[in-house]
């Protein structure tokens, strides 16, 4: 599957973005879905995650509770709602692609970069405090 982040921005604390990640191919409804980012001078680190179904979702402490996970299989994409964003939000965010995960895989599983086989190019969220 291919994909291509989109709804990056700037915006201010405490404000919201939407991120939407729009995929290609005829297996996503088959793919679970993450997400993950990479802040200046620092390693890509997981933000969230949704089975193929999406009837599971996972996040990283970080970020419990502000955003959410979702996704259409019939529009083939998967988003990224982000409420109440900090400065240190600030990040190039990826989505990433698993085609292999079972659905009854837990948190370890899905928070881990190296599952997942696709990725799209990336979109930039600026928090400014």
């Known amino acids: 599957v291919q994909l291509q982040a989109s709804g990056g921005g700037s915006v201010q604390a405490g404000g919201s973005l939407r991120l939407s990640c729009a995929a290609s191919?005829?297996?996503?409804?088959?793919?679970?879905m993450g997400w993950f980012r990479q802040a200046p001078g620092k390693e890509r680190e997981f933000v969230a995650a949704?089975?193929?179904?999406?009837?599971?979702?996972f996040y990283s402490d970080s970020v419990k509770g502000r955003f959410t996970i979702s996704r259409d299989n019939a529009k083939k994409t998967v988003y990224l709602q982000m409420n109440s964003l900090k400065s240190e939000d600030t990040a190039i965010y990826y989505c990433a692609g698993n085609r292999n995960a079972i659905l009854s895989a837990g948190p370890s599983y899905h928070s881990n970069q190296e599952n997942y086989e696709s990725w799209g190019q990336g979109t930039q969220v600026t928090v400014s405090s």
């Open positions: 191919g005829h297996t996503f409804s088959r793919t679970a």
């Open positions: 949704i089975s193929r179904t999406g009837g599971s979702t």
